[in-house]
């Protein structure tokens, strides 16, 4: 079955770095496209950023990230990171891995990434 194990967060002082890996199996990981969400608290969960199946291939961003995060993908070892730099108390939030494999989207548990000031 699919599963995504997502791993990295932390606390973290603003203007910090992190990096986040999902782990992927179960599914033929180089055919999709793979995503990373996030949800703060009292928030809705929205997208962060997204990459394309093939590399390079089509990277999109959420415009507040756009610039300090980078998302990558290792096709070989089934992985899938975001680089995040100058952080600020803004991202904090649970960050998901996700992959959408017809009909259904698949998430993984979840990393919590805390940012203070």
């Known amino acids: 079955q699919v599963q995504l194990v997502e791993s990295g967060g932390d606390l973290v002082q603003a203007g910090g770095s992190l990096r986040l890996s999902c782990a992927a199996s179960?599914?033929?990981?180089?055919?999709?496209?793979m995503s990373w969400y996030r949800q703060g608290p009292g928030k809705e969960r929205e997208l962060v950023a997204t990459?394309?199946?093939?590399?390079?291939?089509?990277?999109r961003y959420h415009n507040s990230v756009r610039g300090r995060f980078t998302i990558s993908r290792d096709n070989a070892r089934n992985m899938l990171y975001l680089q995040m730099n100058s952080l600020n108390p803004d991202d904090t939030a649970e960050y998901y891995c996700?992959?959408?494999?017809?009909?259904?989207?698949?998430w993984g548990q979840g990393t919590q990434v805390t940012v203070h000031a």
């Open positions: 996700s992959v959408r494999i017809p009909p259904a989207r698949f």
């Open positions: 179960g599914f033929s990981f180089r055919t999709y496209t």
């Open positions: 990459i394309a199946a093939v590399v390079p291939g089509q990277i």
